[in-house]
């Protein structure tokens, strides 16, 4: 693929397709404890086999319910996280997954003084040492873990360029580099997650990659009359 078709792709997926999990939730990403603490509880919810928008709504209803710590978290009863799951949706799994969300905030809490900052002082910007100590918490596999990490890299640059086997996937099916690092060639650093981002919805989705070759097309077009 020429650079610039690979350029004009990447714009297009960014803009139109690049909006993270995190973003969708309602959390703002920041490298501070709150925001970090609900990523991993949003991660957490999409872990499950469930519906990507369900743990979403799941997500911003934990948060508007004001548990945006492990210790707000912690003074929650069993009952009322269930509500909180079942009013965004996620009932298949609210008992279950309330039990967890309790134990990832004591995990959090003892390990990590609440603040993740610290696990990744401790693991650095290795992916795959990160990866494992996201691992220790009930809940993340390493489905979850991949999840966090495409999230975070946006406020933990040196995790740049970082990208899953999906999001592979989903770049080769747009015409873009499976590789990251041939990836990060048409993003700019900032930009690389949400990039990543598109390319996870367009590994899922015909009318996603189908929307931006035409979209792709039709600006190449326009550029050749413009010439």
Not at 50 to 63: G, Q, W
Not at 187 to 197: I, P, Q, T
Request: include cysteine.
């Amino acid at each position: 693929m020429m650079p610039e078709r690979a350029d004009r792709i990447a714009r297009i997926v960014i803009d139109r397709y690049g909006t993270t999990f995190a973003a969708e939730s309602g959390i703002t990403l920041r490298d501070k404890p709150s925001p970090l603490w609900r990523l991993l509880v949003l991660t957490v919810l999409l872990s499950a086999r469930i519906d990507a928008t369900l743990a979403v709504r799941s997500a911003r209803e934990l948060s508007r319910a004001g548990w945006r710590t492990p210790q707000r978290m912690l003074e929650t009863t069993w009952q009322e996280r269930v509500d909180a799951l079942g009013r965004g949706g996620y009932r298949r799994y609210d008992e279950r997954t309330s039990t967890r969300l309790a134990e990832l905030a004591t995990d959090v809490r003892d390990e990590w003084g609440s603040d993740l900052r610290r696990l990744h002082d401790h693991g650095g910007d290795d992916a795959e040492r990160l990866a494992n100590l996201l691992q220790r918490f009930k809940g993340v596999g390493p489905t979850g873990a991949t999840i966090f990490l495409r999230e975070v890299q946006a406020v933990w640059p040196g995790l740049v360029p970082y990208a899953d086997p999906i999001a592979a996937d989903g770049a080769e099916r747009l015409g873009l580099p499976r590789d990251p690092v041939a990836l990060r060639g048409v993003a700019n650093d900032d930009e690389f997650g949400r990039l990543v981002a598109g390319c996870v919805r367009a590994a899922r989705s015909d009318a996603i990659v189908d929307d931006v070759t035409a979209a792709a097309h039709g600006v190449a077009r326009r550029s050749g009359r413009a010439g």
